[in-house]
């Protein structure tokens, strides 16, 4: 079998410190390794063990030996300049997943910087140096494909050959929705079967607090929504400070305290493993993401949606950008312009609380199909 080599960056794979670019990395191996032997290097995760056939390396001084003995590499967000210049040196075929950098354009630990632009500047050329040295690319959404799309067209990949082989250039781009693993997916079964229907109305905020979201909307709506009799809770799952979320969260932190919601608001500030996280997911009965308007919502689509497929959970969240739409296809999504639109979907979840399950159709046994048959019949061309 090919040895793929997942190049995970700044990205932590370990339960510990887990966000959205790492999960898919993690669960896109365990999928991978059922044709290939995979190595995730990740040299900020905790050592921990990622399943039959992934083997997880943190030491950055493995780094040359990890590549020399792979026979492909696999790229995420934010590569590293030096890594992926070593990856294009090797002559390896390239496997490519990002999307165009412009949320972090807004990281606050960037604009503070005094040589901001350059910094910014050194970040967009490591993205169109993927565009440049991908040999295949994979992309998490439709809107994600569409400026993949236009992005290699107008950095020279999208050639006449290409088009004339496939007009939808599936030889060369792959499109896996933002779903799960199989492994995920019967741990959430296993959860959701035990769960009582009686349980106490709680709404989830399951991703990060950055900059591009509103979670002071939800907020506002839980408040509201308690005001009409709706005995709701809200929990923030990880409100773990660091540089980039540090003023969205003392915002969030004191508006909870003006308004006196401590007691049925909780904003968690420890790591959350695995099995707490299958259990707090089941015992939830709704989730709520509500984004700012901007570029970063009408160009990608958020990926704690995996949360909404994988636990089948009705979510919250604006109407702008594909998120909504996406969610709304999958008869999840309960649209809010503000606060009290957001109370009103509150109140119709609660009075529509039924059975729950995985959405199947976006396991990755189901669309990886193609990334896998690409890797197993060890594509070498460049």
Partial sequence: MPDVLMDCTGHRVD?????????????????????????????????????????????????????????????????SPERLSAV??????????????????????????????????DTVEAYRRQLASGTFFTCRSAVERATLVAN?????????EAMRASGALDRLISTIPIGFSESAAAAARRELSGADPERTFRVVWSGGLWTYLDPVFALDAVRMARSRGVPVELVFLYGRENADNAVVLSVLLDAVEEHG????????????????????????????????????????????????????????????????????????????????????ALAAIHRQRGDRAPLDSYAYRRTARDLCAWIEKGKGER
């Fill in 261 to 344: 919601c401590g007691d049925f608001v909780t904003v968690r500030r420890a790591p959350l493993g695995r099995a707490e996280y299958f259990r707090v997911l089941a015992g939830a009965s709704a989730l709520i993401c509500v984004g700012r308007r901007g570029v970063e919502n009408d160009t990608c689509v958020r990926l704690r949606a995996r949360d909404s497929r994988l636990f089948g959970l009705p979510t919250v969240l604006d109407r702008h950008g594909p998120t909504f739409d996406e969610l709304t296809r999958d008869g999840l999504a309960h649209g809010a312009d503000d606060p009290e639109e957001g109370a009103d």
């Fill in 15 to 79: 339960w510990t410190s887990l966000g959205g670019i790492g999960l898919r990395a993690r669960e896109l191996a365990a999928e991978i390794a059922r044709v290939a032997d995979v190595t995730v290097f990740s040299p900020g995760s905790l050592p921990e063990q990622l399943g039959a056939g992934v083997r997880l390396v943190t030491r950055e001084a493995a780094w040359a030996d990890e590549l020399r003995r792979s026979d492909m590499v696999y790229s995420f967000d934010s590569p």
């Fill in 152 to 160: 290699l067209c107008v950095t020279g990949r999208v050639t006449v």
């Fill in 88 to 121: 294009v040196d090797s002559g390896k075929p390239v496997i490519v997943e990002n999307a165009p950098p412009l949320e972090h354009a807004l990281y606050p630990s960037l604009v503070r910087s005094a040589d901001r632009e350059d910094v910014y500047r």
